[in-house]
């Protein structure tokens, strides 16, 4: 059962356009939603992590909208850069004790000159 | 800061070989956690650690995966016998008590 879904499978954006990726979840009990970024070769990196109390968080040119009622929750990309064409991973983690992290499927963001 | 060692970073076995793979977590991190990322799928848990003692391998394929964590640091992941469908980065990951976890560069297997 996948628990966390995401979309779109891919993305290109123009250099300094804004790369929006959407996550999805049904497990009411998650209250922690990161955003990882994976560089071919690389394991993935923490970018960004929202919890549920906020509707949204920003960290320079990333920002994370959470919206409890429908369950979803996106990465807005804004001047999106060559630099940032990776694969992003969303996911999220229980309440309750344990790490147990459910991830995402993964879009490949490409950004084009 | 170092980060999360793993080793090594590429292996090609035959199918019904054995494998082994280390990892050592970033340093004072109790919890260590062992993914595998399959090719354009996002990293699955298999196991993880707290200092020496398994909080979690629901997902770990017991018949032929092995975990173990010596003196709460480094640790080792095996796969015996490998089947083709293991080929994936086994990704190691480490954090304190925080829910931010940070991952090493991976380990690819290939199972021919």
């Known amino acids: 059962q996948q628990q966390v879904k995401q979309s779109p499978q891919s993305l290109i954006v123009q250099k300094g356009g804004i790369s929006i990726i959407n996550c999805a979840y049904e497990n009411t009990a998650f209250d922690y939603f990161p955003w990882y970024q994976q560089f071919p070769g690389k394991g993935p990196a923490l970018l960004i992590a929202?919890?549920?109390?906020?509707s949204e968080k920003k960290e320079g040119r990333f920002t994370i909208s959470f919206n409890k009622s429908a369950k979803q929750f996106s990465l807005h990309i804004m001047d999106s850069q060559p630099g940032d064409s990776a694969t992003y991973f969303c996911?999220?983690?229980?309440?309750?004790?344990?790490?147990?992290?459910?991830f995402g499927t993964g879009t490949q963001l490409k950004v084009e000159l | 800061e170092a980060g999360v060692a793993q080793s090594p970073r590429y292996k090609i076995i035959e199918k019904r070989q054995s494998v082994a793979f280390w990892c050592n977590p970033i340093s004072g991190h109790a919890t260590l956690y062992w993914y595998q990322q399959i090719l354009g799928q996002g990293p699955k848990l298999l196991i993880q650690?707290?200092?020496?003692?398994?909080?979690?391998d629901s997902q770990l394929p017991k018949d032929r995966f092995s975990a173990e964590r010596l003196k709460g640091v480094d640790s080792t992941l095996k796969i015996q016998p490998a089947k083709l469908e293991d080929s994936a980065v086994y990704l190691c990951a480490s954090s304190l008590v925080t829910d931010e976890q940070y991952f090493g560069p991976g380990t690819r297997l290939t199972v021919t």
């Open positions: 650690f707290q200092n020496n003692g398994v909080v979690d």
């Open positions: 929202i919890r549920p109390d906020v």
């Open positions: 996911a999220a983690l229980p309440s309750g004790g344990g790490n147990k992290l459910t």
